[in-house]
């Protein structure tokens, strides 16, 4: 069973820069793709970044140019490089492994950003 630990959330002031990590275990197979997803209160969770087994990037419009996945190559950590944080950035963090069919994933870390 795949399992994903998310830390590093936390307070920061807008404009700030805070990274994410996601430690994975289990077992995840070559194809996985691999992201980040957030969820506001009373929003629904919305795709943040995906790194595709091929090592091609996906983000969010809102995210784009300013937040950067990447993982190491044992695949068992994965991080989110957040910079230029604004307040609209407030979330609860999820990573996420999708692998034959199936999502996994973590229990979410909150980001806070004060204006």
């Known amino acids: 069973q795949v399992q994903l630990v998310e830390s590093g959330g936390g307070l920061v002031q807008a404009g700030e820069s805070l990274r994410l990590s996601c430690a994975a275990s289990g077992p995840i197979f070559r194809g996985a793709i691999m992201g980040w997803y957030r969820q506001a209160p009373g929003k629904q969770r919305d795709m943040v970044a995906q790194l595709t087994p091929g090592g091609n990037t996906l983000y969010g419009d809102s995210v784009k140019g300013r937040f950067a996945i990447s993982r190491n190559d044992a695949q068992t950590e994965i991080y989110l490089q957040m910079t230029t944080l604004k307040p609209e950035d407030t979330a609860v963090y999820y990573c996420?492994?999708?692998?034959?069919?199936?999502?996994?994933w973590g229990q979410g870390t909150q980001v806070t950003v004060s204006s």
């Open positions: 996420n492994i999708y692998q034959r069919g199936v999502d996994f």
